[in-house]
């Protein structure tokens, strides 16, 4: 699985805090030091370089268990691109002590949720079960941190599996192939330009010891951090995560040395064709990473233009215009600076050229006179609404925890995270819209259908 952004987890922080407001309010009373949210957390780490944190909370007799790799496609270069996929499938392989299937044998026959996804940034793997069999996944978790067992027989049989994958996500789905170039297209020097999937030439040429010498650099304890999330003692788990990961050696963290992407100065345009009904457009502009305070208001913003059919872009292209099946956008903002991402399905025979015109209305209108204070209100709220209920739970919770972690290397950043929503103005929406959705700042990619490229190669003759 593969699973990208830091938006939508800013999304469940931020509801995570406005529920509270609600709980006494539905307006912004108050200040938002009023705000603060109360965990029992514990951070700890052990010898070898392996962060733990720990969230204790006895609400159900349930424990979500995440092991959250700093290792992605930004770790790849051409030759190995999609290798940090692959380590995806490659995980669940077995060990001596553990052999192949044994977590879904172990766990899933007991009732256990497990899996894993693949991010531009991280990697993690998480299972969700019941509370004694926690020693259980402490100790299958540690074994295949240090012990996977790695040769030709496991990585064809693996990298044929992510081939047929690549087949039904990108090569034979246009939304995939869409992303997949947009990508490619707004980005030169970045690893951003190349998928997280991989290229299937890279993938073909893989060999057992670039697997090994990848698998002992980054998948290892300083690399790490494990979030626990539910019901269980602390001081217990701890010794636990003591006893069974201790003893694994300790390694020197692997640097990133991701070079800069250039500022783009023009569009960039790039027409695909596929066996499609109507035309379809994305387009990616570029904004910076959730580091950056400006990804707040860019939240907002993207909100308000599409979130929904009461939103901006969808009033004006499908209810007043009548040209799209269906429009949408975010703004998806990564550990390094990412894109808001723009797309939609055209109606009939409509050229998707109509529909970037009416957007680039609708974004001048907010260039030039701005938004509403009840628009702001109301996006917030509607972030609210649609993540507030994912960290109810101990597998959302940890993903918050995890998330964070990762991107800026303190779980505890969540708090002051959760207040930077309620400190976004008009002013702010207003100036990140001129200063990002800019003509010169953004790389479109147009899907035709099939018969338009016979017509316009037969018009070429």
């Not at 500022?263 to 570029?286: C, I, K, M, N």
Request: aromatic share 8%; hydrophobic share 35%.
């Amino acid at each position: 699985m593969i699973k990208v952004g830091y938006s939508a987890v800013k999304k469940i922080l931020f509801g995570l805090l406005f529920s509270v407001v609600l709980g006494a309010s539905s307006a912004f009373a108050g200040s938002s030091e009023d705000l603060a949210i109360h965990l029992t957390m514990k951070v700890t780490k052990l010898s070898n370089g392996l962060k733990v944190i720990l969230v204790e909370d006895h609400t159900v007799p349930i424990i979500s268990y995440q092991t959250w790799y700093r290792v992605g496609s930004v770790d790849e270069h051409p030759g190995i691109t999609g290798i940090s996929h692959l380590f995806e499938h490659l995980m669940f392989k077995g060990t001596p002590k553990y052999g192949p299937k044994e977590f879904f044998i172990q766990l899933e026959a007991k009732g256990a949720d497990v899996n894993a996804y693949t991010t531009r940034d991280y990697t993690v793997y998480h299972e969700t079960f019941v509370s004694p069999l926690l020693e259980k996944v402490i100790d299958m978790e540690s074994d295949r941190m240090d012990h996977l067992k790695l040769d030709s027989e496991v990585l064809n049989s693996e990298r044929m599996v992510v081939l047929e994958e690549r087949k039904l996500r990108t090569d034979n789905s246009p939304d995939g192939r869409m992303q997949e170039a947009l990508w490619g297209l707004a980005y030169k020097l970045h690893p951003y330009s190349w998928p997280v999937i991989g290229d299937p030439r890279d993938l073909l040429g893989l060999s057992v010891d670039q697997i090994v010498s990848y698998y002992r650099a980054h998948y290892q304890p300083a690399n790490a951090a494990v979030v626990i999330v539910g019901d269980f003692k602390t001081d217990d788990v701890i010794k636990l995560m003591k006893k069974y990961y201790s003893p694994i050696e300790e390694r020197p963290r692997p640097k990133r040395e991701i070079p800069n992407e250039p500022e783009q100065s023009e569009e960039r345009r790039l027409t695909l064709y596929d066996q499609v009904a109507s035309e379809r457009f994305t387009q990616g502009y570029h904004v910076p990473s959730a580091k950056d305070d400006d990804s707040y208001a860019l939240d907002v913003l993207s909100n308000i233009l599409f979130e929904g059919t009461s939103s901006r872009a969808y009033r004006r292209l499908v209810d007043e215009k009548n040209i799209v099946v269906g429009v949408s956008g975010s703004n998806f903002t990564p550990t390094y600076p990412g894109l808001f991402i723009v797309s939609g399905v055209m109606k009939g025979s409509l050229s998707s050229s109509e529909a970037e015109q009416e957007l680039d209305r609708v974004i001048r209108e907010v260039q030039d006179k701005g938004v509403t204070q009840e628009e702001i209100t109301a996006a917030v709220k509607q972030l609210t609404v649609q993540a507030v209920d994912s960290v109810r739970t101990p597998d959302g919770m940890a993903q918050l925890m995890g998330t964070v972690e990762m991107i800026f290397g303190d779980p505890d950043r969540y708090a002051d995270d959760l207040k930077k929503y309620l400190k976004v103005t008009r002013d702010d929406v207003k100036r990140v819209a001129n200063k990002y959705m800019l003509p010169n700042n953004r790389s479109v990619v147009t899907l035709k259908p099939e018969s338009e490229r016979a017509t316009k190669e037969g018009a070429s003759r």
